[in-house]
Structures are given as C-alpha cells and as structure tokens.
C-alpha cells in the first residue's frame, strides 16, 4: 500500500469513529462581547434530555444545588451533564409565575406588571416540547398556550422578536452577574449564557440579539445566577436555588 493510500484510508477511519462516536449533550465556551466575558452552552433541544427540577421526588423538599439533582437522578442510572438556575422564586423555593413539570401546572402564569425584574414587562415563558424548545413572551404564550412538558416563567425578556426589550439603557449604571436562555426560530437550539461579571442588561440582552443571533431571549436571574457544566470543569455552588434547567445522560458517559 502507498502512502497516499494509507493517508486515504486513515481519514476514512477517522471519519467513521467521529460518525459512530455520540454527540456532546452541551457544547460549552468562553465568549468575549462588549468588553465582557460570557460563558454560553449550546444545547440541541431536538435530541437532549432537557428538563426543569424543583422538589425531590423522594421526600417533596427543595432541590436547590445540582449535586441534589445529580443524587436523584442516580437511582434512575443518570446523570446531570447541565444545569442552570432557571427562573427566580420565592424564599420557600417556590417559583414565581408559571411552572410546569412533567405536564402538571405546580405555578400559576402571572400576566401583571409588578416591582422587581420579572414585573418588568414584557416577560416570558421558557416552554420544553417533546424535539422542540421556546422562550415566548408571557401575553403571547397565554393566547395560545402550547402543550408545555416543562415551563418555567421568568423576567423581563431581552430579546423580542428581534429586537431589545424597550426598558433597557446602554448608560445604565444597574450591573449584576445575569444568565438567561434564548431560543432559534426553529426551536431546535437553546443558548444558555452566564456572564463571568457584573454586566448591564442592556450589554447581555445585546449578546443574544447581535452574537449568538436567538430572535426570541429570556432572563433568568441576576446575582443567584449559577452554571454547571462538567465538560468544561464549572461546578457553581453556593445560595440554594429553586427552578433549575438541566440536560439528563443515562449511564455512566
């Protein structure tokens, strides 16, 4: 055999192991936009295990870390190859606005203005469909409410159809740390973001409109704001949290 049909056949090989070989369930990075750095995973919500976690399902008590949902998950041979907080909450860890968990509504949508981030109007509903994933904003969601697996509501929105939610300043001297998620129109593709420091809303709502490009962006949370993503080393700890977003493994890899 000749070099050059060795050199053939060896990326042949190759091309079969990248074939056969399984996808990352969440392809994570470092991101610099707007002199800030921003870690963002990707997650294929056509194909992953996507689901939202609240309560223990063996004694009923708040999750609140994801080492609580890596423990759960294990009696099922699973595992928690993502997570994020997902939507802010009550001191008891209930959730503020809707919830939806495996099809049972255990929140109430909330359509009214009110004080705080999630009051500031418009804002918007996270909702996991079987091959698909949305952020729809809340009036909208509530016309037509689809067949939600999970949702969780949260607030304001960052991005509306394209453009920036109507309340946000560049000049803004409100700087928090702040994840959220953002959907493509297809609702095949979640981003999730986390920002690496206190940033405006204004910088992080222009990250999802103008680099990673979802015509619909939601906000999660500020200073609570929490990320776990094993394939990149990031373990956040610390404050309890209520609703989390995790992608779900079976077995060991």
Same mark, same amino acid.
């Given at each position: ?53 609240? +309560?223990?399902?063996?004694?009923? +008590? ?160 500020? +200073? ?30």
């Amino acid at each position: 055999m000749s070099k050059a049909d060795l050199l053939r056949l060896c990326v042949a090989l190759w091309a079969l192991i990248a074939a056969a070989a399984p996808a990352a369930a969440v392809e994570c990075g470092t991101r610099d936009h707007d002199g800030q750095s921003f870690t963002i995973c990707r997650v294929d919500a056509a194909n992953e295990d996507l689901r939202l976690f609240l +309560n223990d399902d063996s004694t009923g +008590n708040p999750l609140a870390s994801f080492d609580n949902i890596d423990r759960m998950l294990g009696g099922s041979d699973a595992r928690l190859a993502f997570g994020m907080n997902a939507g802010m909450y009550h001191t008891d860890r209930s959730p503020v606005g809707l919830y939806v968990e495996d099809g049972k509504t255990l929140a109430p949508v909330v359509t009214s203005a009110g004080p705080g981030n999630f009051g500031l109007l418009p804002n918007g509903i996270l909702c996991i469909r079987n091959g698909r994933a949305d952020v729809i904003e809340t009036l909208r969601f509530t016309e037509d409410p689809p067949a939600c697996r999970f949702a969780t509501q949260s607030g304001p929105m960052l991005v509306i159809d394209g453009a920036l939610h109507p309340r946000f300043l560049p000049d803004s001297d409100s700087r928090y740390r702040r994840n959220g998620v953002g959907s493509s129109a297809d609702g095949q593709t979640l981003w999730f973001a986390i920002s690496q420091a206190p940033v405006t809303f204004h910088q992080f709502a222009t990250l999802f409109r103008d680099v990673l490009k979802t015509p619909q962006a939601l906000y999660l949370d500020g +200073n609570i704001s929490r990320l776990y993503a094993p394939s990149i080393g990031r373990h956040d700890g610390g404050f309890p949290m209520g609703p989390m977003v995790g992608v779900v493994r079976r077995g060991a890899n």
